[in-house]
C-alpha cells in the first residue's frame, strides 16, 4: 500500500511563491516517475509537472513553463513543486501522483494519489 500526502498549500498574493511537498510511505518509489496535477472549480483535473525516477527527466504544463519546478529527493522519498510568480488562474487543489511508467503526463496512467492540497492565489 503506498500513501503520497501532500503539503504546503495556502493562499497567496499574486506574483507570490509556494513549495508543495509530497512525501511517500509504505513503499520506496524511487523508480516511479512522480507527478503534480491541479483540479479547479467547473474544471477538468489538469497535468501539471513530472518526474522521471532519477530527476534527471521533466516534463511542464505550458502554462506553468518557467514558473513551476519540480524535483525529488529519492532518499526522503518526497517529490517538490516549487512554483513561483503565481497567478490567480493557478488556484486549484493540487495533487501528487505515482507511476511505474518512465515518464507519464495523463492522469489515467497514473497509479497513485494523494489527497490534494488547495493552493488560492488572491489578484
Known amino acids: 500500500q503506498v500513501q503520497l500526502v501532500e503539503s504546503g498549500g495556502g493562499l497567496v498574493q499574486a506574483g507570490g511563491s509556494l513549495r508543495l511537498s509530497c512525501t511517500a510511505s509504505?513503499?520506496?518509489?524511487?523508480?516511479?516517475?512522480m507527478g503534480w496535477f491541479r483540479k479547479a472549480p467547473g474544471k477538468e483535473r489538469e497535468f501539471v509537472a513530472a518526474?522521471?525516477?532519477?530527476?534527471?527527466?521533466?516534463d511542464y504544463a505550458d502554462s506553468v513553463k518557467g514558473r513551476f519546478t519540480i524535483s525529488r529527493d529519492n532518499a526522503k522519498g518526497t517529490v517538490y513543486l516549487q512554483m513561483t510568480s503565481l497567478k490567480p488562474e493557478d488556484t486549484a487543489v493540487y495533487y501528487c501522483?505515482?507511476?511505474?511508467?518512465?515518464?507519464?503526463?495523463?492522469?489515467?496512467?497514473?497509479?497513485?494519489w494523494g489527497q490534494g492540497t488547495q493552493v488560492t492565489v488572491s489578484s
Open positions: 501522483a505515482a507511476t511505474a511508467r518512465t515518464m507519464a503526463t495523463k492522469d489515467v496512467l497514473y497509479d497513485y
Open positions: 509504505g513503499r520506496t518509489l524511487g523508480t516511479h516517475c
Open positions: 518526474v522521471s525516477w532519477s530527476g534527471v527527466r521533466t
